[in-house]
């Protein structure tokens, strides 16, 4: 792991001393989890490590990048940094949250987003063997740069719907470097990254020390169901295809998330 520049002690370095690039961490959980992203690559992580009074005060950000609702959407999406860890940048600088002085000491941690669920995809088997692209519709990626494949293409997937199991083995991997002994702890994200600092806030307190202090914050991670410009209905249905495709009823309790 590379070393971040550190401020002297007692005083709040600027933003733009304060920075970190910090090396790709992958996380191989043990079988059964099988916990990984959309290729079957494993998940990853950034960590800048907390220091003095920050050492036992984690900052988890949860990324973003929309979702994949479908077999041919998530078929686009895993020969990205979205759905697979071998095509991430290794080394990235903080920003946003993760780069605020107030937390400069802090264990500040960027999980890295491969599964197109939020985290909440929990299928164990790999879906399916094979795809028939005849009916592939390009409008169900839009704005992707990957052409779709030639009609009648049949192929084997390799897809791999895990994220709530990416997200659990994530977090234990933390708590074996140090987060069990956590003070304080912050859960946040942005967009997809939003949504699932909401979903797993509860088990995220829940994973923690009782007398850890722990707050959980979303930002622009809350879609509201109603109707688009057209007076269609386009967030419900994306987000029906959503639950089936990565079968999210296994890892969200119907009564808390009205499912």
Partial sequence: MLQTQRPQSGSLPSPILFFSSLILLLVFPLFPLAAVCLDGSPPAYHWDKGYGTGINSWLIQLEGGGWCNNVSSCLVRKNTHLGSSKR??????????????????????????????????????VNPVSYDFSSWQWQDNPGSDIPPPYRGLKMVTNLHFRGARVWLAVVEDLLSKGM???????????????????????????????????????????????RDVSGGHYIQTFFDQLVATHVLILSLSPHRYNI
């Avoid at 997809?192 to 979303?218: E, W």
């Fill in 180 to 226: 069990r002994n956590a003070e304080n702890a912050i859960l946040s994200g942005c967009s997809a990254g939003g949504l699932a600092s909401i979903l797993h806030c509860d088990s995220f307190r829940a994973l923690l020390p009782m007398g850890t202090k722990v707050k959980c914050i979303s930002d622009a991670g809350y879609f509201i169901n109603t």
């Fill in 88 to 125: 991430m940048v290794k080394q990235i600088p903080f920003s946003g949250i993760l780069n605020n002085k107030h937390f400069y000491n802090w264990n500040r941690i960027k999980v890295r987003y491969c599964d197109g669920s939020s985290f909440t995809g929990d299928v164990a088997a």
